[in-house]
């Protein structure tokens, strides 16, 4: 009877089929040197990487997720210019995944790398491996001259979370893109500072929705009075969506001075509007708030009444706190 | 040669934690119970092949019940829990699994599964409503089963593909003693020697037959057909509510999840066919999918998910997490058949029954550390009683019983077991091989399921249920009488047979002795419609005593995080429908 | 036994000039959690043995080549 266990490949073996004539049974072997698990299959996948035929370069890229450190780092640098698309594309994925710092330091010179699919894809994988040392690349990148490495470059410097970065993402915040506009409005929710909520702030007057969206989303999150006020401007936004992360952030931010606009929204046609505006005068808890809100009472949306009733009762129980 | 053909072997291996079911929880149970015990022999067996197995083979498209620090807390999290399930739960294990989850979320996220982050790399949960904050989508899901697999390959665990379990061995003092399983594909035996057994074999998925008609086209993965439920009962061990079945809303015909949890915080919702919303539950439960049923059958069905409101950029972001991720061939499903998410509502409806406490509270009874009432047999995932715990309570229980498991190995020998009754379980197995005529599986099996549907599918009715199990104890006889098989994977699907018809026996037993309504839909009882919390406030234990069904009722232990009587109404009160 | 063979269309359609089972790969066969793909004695390409399927997709996204196509089983379709 065979055995029933999974077996784990013998190094030479599979050293030895990767060495076959079949650009076929090459492959299968790559595969294998995936599955390993062993970090000694690296300098075959590395050798493997050389091979004149795309598919077995194409199988060693994916290999490589399975793989982390920078030995693994070091392959995926051949793999991510690699002259076949494909291959190219695969790495890119094999990349992101890496989560060992060290794996850092062969990605750093791709960041200069003269093509922008080869930078984009090295700032995504250095994101998460958050070195202090892609700061520098990083805000360089922040001029790439293409749109999709400066959103990268702008996760690069948001994931480190620090202060002296915060003038380069304001700068972002204005960068001709809105994805990058969105990525840098989004990577200041770390910070506090002035400049940040000024930044985030004019982010809800751009000409793009979903830079608007994000503004008032971001907002939201302890960025205080300044902030509040600032985000009564897009209570009148002509994108339902915006207005919706505005009220759901004014809710947060329990700012009285918006249950006037909040119950305007009371009425509007969108019901996820309706039912957001009642849980943010629900979040406020302020009695004024009552009279719109038992106006619509009878809403057709069972979800906004529920919320009705929710906010009412929020009301009522601050006002036996305080009484 | 022939296929699949049936070959004469046994073989014994003995090991210190044995986990069956290499899907969710099992892969984590295995890992910590390594990493506890280094020096323990860990064997991690599975039926298909633990690359992508189990319920999330394709990955998953987002977690819906992360408890997240800043966003929700586990006592909050334990509170809309015991409501959802109308009380009935052991909150102790609940608020573990609440306490124990953000760590593992954090453990994930260090193999490789990518969680969606906002650009300071912080996990970007995602609101649903203002009860609690639990959505945390995860735009690169279909990796989850490498990312797991990877681990067991660098820890060296001895991963068994291709056996499947067929019965539990019991020592002569009542613990577990091992398992018994048999080769998918030559019918070999494998007897396993085991301290300490955890079981994560996942839904009994194939329970009820689909409306297509087509046996496989489940909404959980097929291949979970309630075996780890078959062999708890047979072991002995209690299984819990039962009678809380799992329903789920459903893209009509393709049968996979709507994701409703996943396009709503975009703003998508379920839709009646004025395309108004109807739904007044806060949460997913028996009680939601009693909404959701009622609005079928009305003059209001049928019920979509509706997105065509939202703005193209928003469904194109739905469309890259919902295609890609979970069921991705969602899209071609909907490609097929012309549907485009901008411009018309998708035609959801009800899914087939089954037992899965993932989703509602059906499961092998356990307590906090997922041990089961046998010494030294354990349960996690879809399979063990702790209620909606979903992929990420599959991964924190599996983690937690692992755990206990090395350590229970530890300090014991193994149990010693009658030798009759390995060759017993071989000549049960293999009866359906030596026959020359007969009723092939597959018959077997859909008149099983097509019976469940008839007479189980709720609304629950008495004399309904009486008779489904007068027609099962036809299809029984012809099982253990007549079944017959030609190969190795027919053999498997015989064995998934007798799974299946014992979880269709478990289902009605269970569901006759509760005399009350509860939990919605999942246990409407129209002969007692009514909720009675005087004389069924309590869990129901299933188990095989002297050989035959029997139930019983469990107190509900005192709960750790206090519920407030008007917090229960709370949500009763919301229900009431608005008086224009 | 009585056998009444009837032809049936099988959701999981193998392309025989992509596949490169006779190589050694048995990706497809592995991945399946229903176990229905074979790699034929014949041919020595993978090709689905048993109309089991939960059009669950593995034995497609991880074929090496893009081999294997998963179609929507017709009853559902």
Redesign the interface.
């Known amino acids: 009877m065979s055995d029933p266990f999974e077996s784990y490949s013998d190094l030479d073996d599979l050293a030895e089929q990767l060495a076959s004539d079949d650009a076929g049974e090459r492959r299968v072997a790559v595969m294998e040197l995936a599955d390993l698990g062993d970090p000694q299959a690296i300098p075959l996948l590395a050798r493997a990487m050389a091979d004149k035929d795309a598919g077995v370069r194409l199988q060693v890229a994916r290999a490589l997720e399975s793989y982390d450190g920078p030995a693994a780092a070091a392959v995926l640098v051949t793999a991510l210019t690699d002259p076949d698309k494909e291959v190219a594309s695969a790495a890119s994925e094999s990349a992101a995944e890496l989560k060992d710092p060290a794996s850092a330091d062969p990605l750093f010179p791709l960041v200069e790398h003269t093509s922008p699919f080869v930078r984009a894809s090295a700032l995504r994988a250095l994101k998460e491996l958050r070195r202090k040392e892609s700061l520098k690349p990083a805000l360089q990148a922040l001029r790439d001259s293409d749109p999709q490495v400066r959103v990268q470059a702008v996760g690069v410097v948001g994931f480190l979370k620090l202060e002296e970065a915060v003038p380069a993402l304001k700068s972002a915040a204005a960068d001709p893109d809105p994805l990058v506009r969105r990525a840098a409005i989004s990577a200041l929710t770390f910070s506090h500072t002035q400049t940040a909520t000024e930044t985030i702030a004019k982010g809800l007057a751009d000409s793009d929705w979903m830079v608007r969206e994000i503004a008032a989303e971001t907002l939201g999150s302890a960025h205080g009075e300044g902030a509040a006020a600032q985000l009564l401007a897009t209570l009148s936004d002509p994108f339902w969506q915006v207005r919706l992360k505005t009220i759901r952030s004014l809710g947060k931010l329990k700012h009285k001075p918006a249950i006037k606009g909040i119950s305007e929204a009371l009425g509007h046609a969108q019901a996820n509007l309706r039912k957001e505006a009642a849980a943010a005068l629900g979040e406020i808890g302020d009695p004024s708030a009552k009279p719109a809100l038992e106006a619509v009472a009878d809403d057709p949306d069972p979800d906004v009444r529920k919320n009705i009733r929710w906010a009412l009762q929020q009301i009522a129980i601050k006002a036996a706190a305080s009484a | 040669?022939t296929?699949d053909a049936i070959v004469d072997?046994?073989?014994e291996?003995a090991c210190d934690v044995l986990v069956i079911g290499g899907g969710t929880a099992g892969p984590m149970a295995a890992l910590k119970a390594k990493q506890k015990n280094p020096k323990a022999n860990v064997?991690l067996l599975e039926k298909?092949?633990?690359?992508?197995?189990?319920a999330i083979?394709?990955g998953m498209d987002g977690l819906n019940n992360a408890v997240i620090p800043g966003y929700a807390t586990p006592e909050q999290y334990t509170k809309e829990i015991t409501i959802a399930n109308d009380g009935i739960v052991n909150q102790k294990a609940v608020l573990k699994y609440a306490q124990n989850c953000y760590k593992i979320i954090e453990e994930l996220d260090?193999y490789?599964i990518?969680f969606l982050k906002?650009?300071?790399?912080?996990f970007a949960v995602k609101?649903v409503h203002?009860i609690g904050t639990y959505v945390l989508p995860m735009p690169?899901g279909?990796?989850v089963k490498?990312?797991l697999?990877?681990q067991?390959?660098?820890a060296?665990l001895?991963?068994?593909?291709?056996?499947m379990a067929t019965r539990l061995l019991t020592g002569t003092d009542g613990r577990v003693a091992g398992a018994i399983a048999v080769?998918?594909?030559t019918s070999?035996f494998?007897v396993i020697k085991a301290k300490s057994v955890i079981l994560c074999m996942g839904a009994a998925g194939r329970l009820g037959l689909?409306t297509?008609?087509?046996?496989?086209?489940?909404y959980e993965?097929?291949?979970n057909a309630g075996d780890g439920y078959a062999m708890a009962y047979h072991a002995g061990a209690a299984l819990a509510n039962l009678e809380c079945f799992q329903i789920n809303p459903l893209i009509k015909?393709?049968?996979g999840p709507a994701c409703a949890y996943v396009a709503g915080p975009f703003?998508a919702?379920t839709a009646n066919n004025e395309g108004?919303?109807?739904?007044?539950c806060?949460y997913w439960s028996g009680q939601m999918m009693l909404e959701f049923f009622n609005e079928l059958q009305s003059g209001k069905g049928p019920v979509f998910l509706k997105l065509n409101?939202l703005?193209e950029?928003?469904i194109k972001e739905i469309e890259t997490i919902l295609h890609k991720v979970e069921?991705?061939?969602r899209g071609?499903?909907h490609e097929?058949?012309g549907t485009d998410y901008r411009r018309e509502m998708i035609e959801m409806h009800i899914s087939e029954i089954g037992f899965c406490s993932g989703h509602s509270a059906s499961g092998v009874f356990v307590d906090d550390f997922g041990r089961t009432t046998i010494p030294g047999l354990y349960a996690a995932g879809d399979m063990a009683s702790v209620p909606h715990n979903y992929m990420l309570g599959a991964f924190t229980n599996g983690a937690i019983a692992g755990e206990d498991a090395a350590e229970y190995a530890a300090n014991v020998d193994f149990a010693s077991f009658d030798a009759g009754a390995v060759a017993l379980e071989k000549e049960r197995v293999l009866a359906p091989t030596k026959r020359?005529?007969?009723i092939p599986p597959n018959q077997i099996e859909y008149k099983t399921r097509r019976l469940v549907n008839d007479y189980l599918q709720p609304p629950k009715v008495t004399r309904k249920y009486e008779l489904g199990q007068t027609r099962l104890a036809e299809v029984r006889d012809d099982l253990e009488n007549r079944m017959?098989v030609?190969n190795s994977?027919e053999l498997?699907?015989a064995l998934e047979a007798h799974s299946i018809l014992d979880c269709a026996d478990m289902a009605a037993f269970a569901s006759l002795y509760r005399t009350e309504s509860r939990w919605g839909l999942y246990h409407l009882r129209t002969d007692f419609p009514h909720k009675n919390d005087e004389d069924w406030f309590c869990h129901t234990l299933l188990s095989k005593k002297d050989g035959r069904m029997a139930c019983e009722k469990r107190a509900v232990d005192p709960y750790v995080v206090p519920i407030a009587e008007d917090e229960r109404d709370l949500y009763d009160?919301?229900r009431i429908?608005?008086?224009? | 036994m009585p056998l009444a063979p009837t032809f049936t269309t099988v959701p999981v359609v193998v392309d025989d000039a992509k596949c490169i089972a006779e190589k050694g790969c048995t990706v497809c066969v592995d991945v399946c959690p229903l176990d229905v793909l074979r790699i034929s004695d014949t041919t020595g390409k993978a090709y689905m043995a048993y109309d089991e399927c939960w059009y669950c997709m593995p034995c497609e996204a991880d074929c090496p080549t893009g081999a294997v196509k998963v179609n929507i089983p017709y009853l559902l379709k």
């Open positions: 040669m296929l072997g046994i073989s291996v064997i298909a092949n633990v690359k992508r197995s189990g083979s394709m260090s490789g990518r906002n650009e300071n790399g912080d609101k203002h690169n279909e990796t490498k990312a697999y990877r067991l390959r660098r060296r001895l991963i068994s593909n291709r056996y080769n998918t594909r070999e494998l689909p297509s008609g087509y046996m496989y086209g489940t993965n097929a291949a015909d393709y049968n703003g919702y108004a919303r109807f739904i007044e806060d409101h703005h950029d928003t069921r991705p061939t071609l499903f097929g058949r020359e005529d007969g017959m030609r994977h498997m699907r009160k919301q429908r608005a008086s224009a």
